[in-house]
Nanobody, 118 residues
Framework: QVHLVEFGGGLVQPGGSLRLSCAAS????????????MGWYRQAPGKQRELVAT???????SVADSVKGRFTISRDKAKGMVTLQMTQVKPEDTAVYYC????????WGQGTQVTVSS
């Protein structure tokens, strides 16, 4: 079974940047990240999980209005990862960030905590 691993989170000041990465176990990049639409999700305390950004196998991307102009999703085919570049972060970006297909068809990983605070 494929396991997703997210990493790169941490504490960052408002206006700062972070780069999150998502890798799949067993080097199945070609079968997962190269075939399915992938997404980054986040869940803040007391809130529902929300879709933040997506990337298709064609590398067409989309982002939620709340992060438009600040977050960028990309695919690193060489490393077999999907990344989320976060810039100009705000306190409301504080959440646990996860990756999954856009249909949430894979088991959820543990996520990576992002805390935006001064």
């Amino acid at each position: 079974q494929v396991h997703l691993v997210e990493f790169g989170g941490g504490l960052v000041q408002p206006g700062g940047s972070l780069r999150l990465s998502c890798a799949a176990s067993d080097n199945v990049f070609g079968n997962i990240f190269g075939i399915y639409d992938m997404g980054w999700y986040r869940q803040a305390p007391g809130k529902q999980r929300e879709l933040v950004a997506t990337i298709a196998p064609s590398d067409i991307t989309s982002v939620a209005d709340s992060v438009k102009g600040r977050f960028t999703i990309s695919r690193d085919k060489a490393k077999g990862m999907v990344t989320l570049q976060m810039t100009q972060v705000k306190p409301e970006d504080t959440a646990v960030y996860y990756c999954n297909t856009v249909t949430m068809s894979l088991p959820w990983g543990q996520g990576t905590q992002v805390t935006v605070s001064s």
